[in-house]
């Protein structure tokens, strides 16, 4: 079985950061890249930022120079540091990887749980 936890989420006022956290866990073979969506009240789930597995990012537009998501691939973990919050950050976040299992050929996609993100004042 594998898992992906999210962590990190809370209130923040407008300007304010936080940094999430995403640690897969379980039967794992290879994690190849990781990313971060987020999904407003009443919105679709949008990417916001995703890392290959050599370390090669890309951001949505909207989080362009706020915005960093890294890995520590000897923990199996992805980070999303967020700078500058916004009201409109304001989320769910998720993150996604597609995931090899140990013993298999078989690549799944998974998702975390999601955590909370509020950016008010």
């Known amino acids: 079985q594998v898992q992906l936890v999210e962590s990190g989420g809370g209130l923040v006022q407008p300007g304010g950061s936080l940094r999430l956290s995403c640690a897969a866990s379980?039967?794992?073979?290879?994690?190849?890249?990781m990313r971060w969506y987020r999904q407003a009240p009443g919105q679709q789930r949008e990417l916001v930022a995703h890392i290959s597995s050599d370390g090669i990012t890309n951001y949505a537009d909207s989080v362009k120079g706020r915005f960093t998501i890294s890995r520590d691939n000897a923990k199996n973990t992805v980070y999303l540091q967020m700078n500058s919050l916004k009201p409109e950050d304001t989320a769910v976040y998720y993150c996604n990887a597609p995931i090899r299992r140990s013993g298999t050929f078989k690549i799944d996609a998974y998702w975390g749980q999601g955590t909370q993100v509020t950016v008010s004042s």
């Open positions: 379980g039967s794992i073979g290879s994690i190849y890249a």
